[in-house]
């Protein structure tokens, strides 16, 4: 049996698979309401910042920085898991943060992950 997540529509359900032998078979899926964090909130992009966008899709693992403090460039702000490994995203200039995720939340290629300003 293996367990996945699957979000369809913005609402996630647990589900458990079963491998039955070499030929496709029929799977039985009951729906389960998982519990997530909360959807990352939008970002209020100052037209004086510079934005920081996820390379990729993937999963916030880990913020590194707080929100409102002063980054210098190349420095780690928060760790993307994409596809079981882990990439440090970085500062790409100096200046205050303005995070626009959190932590646990499922971000898309080109997503704004912060702002520095």
Do not use: H
């Amino acid at each position: 049996m293996r367990n996945f997540v699957v979000t369809i529509d913005g609402k996630s359900y647990s589900v458990g698979v079963e491998e039955v032998g070499e030929s496709a078979g029929s799977y039985s899926i009951a729906p389960q309401t998982v519990q997530t964090s909360a959807p990352a909130p939008k970002a209020t992009v100052n037209a004086k910042g510079e934005k920081v966008l996820s390379p990729f899709p993937g999963l916030i693992k880990n913020i590194l920085v707080a929100d409102g403090s002063a980054v210098k460039k190349d420095q780690p702000i928060m760790v993307l898991e994409a596809m079981k490994m882990d990439n440090e995203i970085t500062a790409p200039c100096d200046g205050k943060i303005t995070v626009s995720v959190v932590k646990g939340a499922n971000v898309e290629t080109n997503a704004v992950l912060a702002v520095i300003g």
